[in-house]
């Protein structure tokens, strides 16, 4: 990577980047960016932006992020999914408050819970100087194109070979606004599937655009399998429209939020399975199967059958900590979108007369 090569991405970013809230003059304050950056981890900036904007009002800082429970945490996190991440940053913003500072050094950075090397590394280049480069999905596809290199995305060779890309425009290019350059190329320019080759800063050194074969470059991450899985639920609704909500048990998938009654039917009849929930949440009387749903947990084809169910007495489990009533269409605690399909499911069902 020439000088002129890494100055021309630099000039192209300050002309043509992006204004995004999270992008304050270096060197950042860390909690923001690793609050943006947690975020934007397997999520599209364009829903990442106004998410990261309300989680920024109702936590400002790392100390009011620190003692907020993780309920009100989880529900600030609603609608970017992946709720696992809300956790890590939750606890590692506590462990920096307990410690009184913030690490400073990449390596220092990822021994808080849930900073892989991307993520460290952004911290330790955009608020502390650091000089080793956050190598994201975007800085692999570039180094792929402009060094012809027919690699997966997401492998050990491409991404020692985007990291030793990065060096070197670091080099030719000191600052942590070349990192930022190479992955707003990736994100805005050179793009999957329809790079944009005549506005691209290094398009004069580019190996794939001279072979005229950007697309193919580089290859693609080899495909997890699938899992096809049948859940079973428990919709149970109140005469003033208010659903039974479980906090879903840690350690399962979509742990700590609240969602109906659910469990994996396994190899169980759906009636049967759903006859259990009934009885752990002390309801009698028929269940009716609404139309089944489904819902994707990262490989995970999920089938989730509802069965409505009614109650008319008040139950033990109303008192208990982990058992809410909420309003499907705006509950107050933290959720995920499988209950919106929940509900649309069981609209009609769940008008059925009470027996
Ligand atoms: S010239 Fe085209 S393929 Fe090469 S880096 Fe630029 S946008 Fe990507």
Not at 185 to 194: D, E, I, K, Y
Not at 227 to 240: A, H, K, Q, S
């Amino acid at each position: 990577m020439t000088e002129a090569s890494a100055a021309a991405l630099v000039d192209w970013f300050r002309a043509n980047c992006r204004e995004l809230s999270m992008r304050t003059p270096h060197p950042r304050d860390p909690y923001p960016v690793l609050v943006s950056e947690v975020m934007a981890q397997q999520t599209q900036i364009d829903r990442v932006v106004p998410a990261f904007d309300r989680f920024m009002e109702l936590f400002p800082d790392a100390g009011s992020l620190a003692a907020a429970p993780e309920d009100e945490v989880l529900q600030a996190w609603s609608g970017l999914g992946y709720y696992r991440r809300a956790r890590l940053l939750h606890t590692a913003v506590r462990a920096v408050v307990a410690a009184g500072e913030w690490p400073r050094t990449r390596a220092e950075l990822a021994r808080l819970p849930g900073l892989g090397p991307y993520t460290s590394a952004a911290v330790a280049a955009f608020c502390f100087g650091g000089d080793d480069p956050p190598v994201d999905g975007n800085v692999e596809r570039v180094t792929a194109r402009v060094l012809g290199l027919d690699l997966s995305l997401a492998s050990g060779p491409l991404r020692r070979a985007a990291d030793a890309f990065a060096r070197d425009l670091w080099r030719a290019h000191p600052g942590p606004e070349v990192f930022e350059a190479v992955m707003e190329l990736g994100a805005t320019v050179c793009t999957p599937s329809a790079p944009r080759c005549p506005e691209c800063p290094l398009a004069p050194g580019c190996q794939a655009l001279r072979r005229g074969t950007p697309g193919l470059f580089p290859r693609p991450r080899p495909q997890r399998a699938t899992e096809d899985r049948r859940w079973v639920c428990l919709w149970l609704p109140r005469d003033d429209g208010r659903v039974l909500l479980r906090r879903v048990a840690d350690g399962t998938l979509l742990a700590g939020l609240w969602l109906p009654p659910l469990a994996d039917a396994g190899v169980a009849r759906n009636e049967d399975a759903a006859r259990r929930l009934a009885v752990e949440a002390g309801v009698a009387g028929p269940l009716v199967a609404a139309p089944p749903v489904r819902h994707s947990i990262t490989h995970r084809r999920i089938t989730v059958v509802p069965f409505v169910a009614s109650t008319a007495t008040p139950m033990a489990h109303e008192r208990a900590a982990n058992w809410s009533w909420e309003d499907p269409a705006a509950p107050a605690v933290a959720t995920s979108s499988l209950l919106a399909k929940l509900r649309r499911a069981c609209a009609d069902v769940s008008t059925l007369p009470r027996p």
